[in-house]
């Protein structure tokens, strides 16, 4: 078992920074969110569990960064990397900040 340890966690490790992570947004319309997937060419989508946006971060549609407003409940944003957004926008593109 320890001669798996250090291999996992350098895996682990490498691998953090550009995995999926989870972000709570307040909670918006419709209206808003199909604004802002709009604004940042994304891909709007609604169905009776909700609706959302999703983008390849870059401006254009796809699915490496995305927001799902549940029916009802806060936003949910997944982002890569470090990434903490606090808006709509921010969430579905990066910034040029965190561009590489």
Known sequence: MRNLTAPLI??????????ARDIYL???TVAEIKSDCD???GQ???????????????GKTGTACTVF?????RCVA??????RPRHVE???EVSARHRH
Request: net charge negative.
């Open 90 to 92: 921010d969430a579905l």
């Open 69 to 73: 407003c549940p029916a009802d409940h």
């Open 39 to 41: 604004k940042v060419g």
């Open 10 to 19: 350098l895996v682990l490790a490498l691998a953090g920074p550009a995995t």
């Open 44 to 58: 709007f989508s609604q169905d009776p569990s909700g609706y959302g946006c999703g983008t390849d971060c870059h």
């Open 26 to 28: 307040h909670k918006h």
């Open 78 to 83: 997944q982002v890569i990397g470090g990434r």
